[in-house]
């Protein structure tokens, strides 16, 4: 049986076809305050990016932050709908584990799970389905990718002159803010007389001998530059900067395709995640995104950001989008519940 017809082509010339690829969410975000995604030593993550034959660094935000950021979001949902019927239901340590991040440690009821089995307990819980079960015979059939800067080619610009290749940004894709943590004490502000002097002095000693240490350990014997004595931290942050569009895709795996039940799944989950923060430094008004989500092509929803009051949104989904959320909701409403047993 063939997986692809005809239809799944658009012909481009005698040689090449573009293969229409079934079951694809597009995803394009905007930037509407700085995105800042840690990277192992606390700095925003980037990649290595090839531009006519020039390396260089690239932010973005990793396909593996965003899947993780769905498993929580649906696991979340399916704990939030079992409560509707059981107020005090907790999930246990193992299942919280198994949904929110795939990892499977009961090898009785996950590891060892048959041939056979696998397709009854992908119509039990959808999340496994979708994402699998770490190591256990259930794979995953859903491929999330890096959420990226549109065309990299188009930020950057090189330059060859005098034998020497320039780069140059035709728009900055990060900057920095410089944050500064003041001593109330030592500033002598309104709640200096709510402390006891002696008290705060041998706090004040322990704590900068701490932040010393930290900081030696961090920066490999770098010495701070000097500051007001006032401020007691200086808090360096590079982010990406508002108004810069990514996009990244989550389709299903090479011969896999989704139910509408996970189709509406990753509808509901993804309505969710666009009315969030994402990111880091979500305290300061980091991660806000304005988004746009498309399924084969066709617009399934959109939420922007008030532009003068970011953290209101205004949501616009299609018809399609609020019946394939229905499909998954009536399907987890009669399915869900305390008993979850991924066995068949």
């Not at 995604?37 to 034959?53: A, H, P, S």
């Not at 009961?106 to 048959?114: A, G, L, Q, T, V």
């Not at 950057?156 to 943590?181: A, C, G, S, W, Y």
């Amino acid at each position: 049986m063939a997986i692809f017809d005809d239809n799944d082509f658009d012909e481009v010339g005698h040689k090449h076809s573009t293969i229409k690829m079934q079951d694809t969410f597009n995803i394009t975000a905007t930037t509407v305050s700085p995105l800042m995604q840690m990277d192992q030593n606390g700095e925003q993550r980037k990649r290595f990016i090839l531009v006519n034959g020039v390396y260089f660094n690239e932010p973005f935000f990793s396909a593996n932050g965003f899947r993780g950021l769905l498993r929580r979001i649906m696991t979340k949902d399916m704990v939030e709908i079992i409560r509707k019927k059981e107020p005090n239901y907790r999930l246990k340590a193992e299942e919280f584990y198994l949904y929110s991040s795939g990892a499977a440690t009961d090898r009785k009821s996950i590891d060892n799970i048959s041939w056979e089995e696998i397709p009854k307990v992908r119509e039990k819980a959808p999340i496994l389905s979708l994402f699998g079960a770490g190591l256990s015979s259930i794979s995953g059939k859903c491929a999330v990718s890096d959420l990226k800067l549109i065309s990299s080619h188009k930020n950057i610009k090189i330059v060859q002159e005098n034998d020497e290749i320039e780069l140059k940004k035709i728009m900055p894709l990060t900057q920095n803010q410089i944050f500064f943590r003041t001593d109330d004490f030592l500033k002598d502000t309104i709640l200096k007389p709510l402390v006891d002097f002696d008290d705060i002095t041998s706090w004040q000693k322990n704590h900068i001998k701490a932040v010393q240490t930290s900081k030696e350990k961090k920066k490999s014997g770098e010495t701070d530059k000097e500051t007001d004595s006032n401020i007691a931290q200086v808090i360096d942050i590079e982010s990406i900067m508002p108004n810069v569009t990514l996009s990244n895709s989550i389709n299903p795996l090479y011969g896999q395709k989704f139910t509408d039940i996970e189709l509406g799944l990753i509808l509901k989950s993804l309505l969710e995640i666009s009315q969030m923060q994402i990111g880091s430094q979500k305290r300061l008004g980091y991660g806000v995104l304005d988004w746009h989500i498309e399924l084969h092509g066709q617009a399934m929803f959109s939420v922007v950001s008030d532009k003068d009051y970011i953290f209101n949104k205004t949501i616009t989904t299609s018809k399609k989008c609020d019946e394939l959320i229905e499909i998954y909701n009536k399907w987890a409403n009669e399915n869900y519940s305390s008993k979850i047993n991924h066995r068949a």
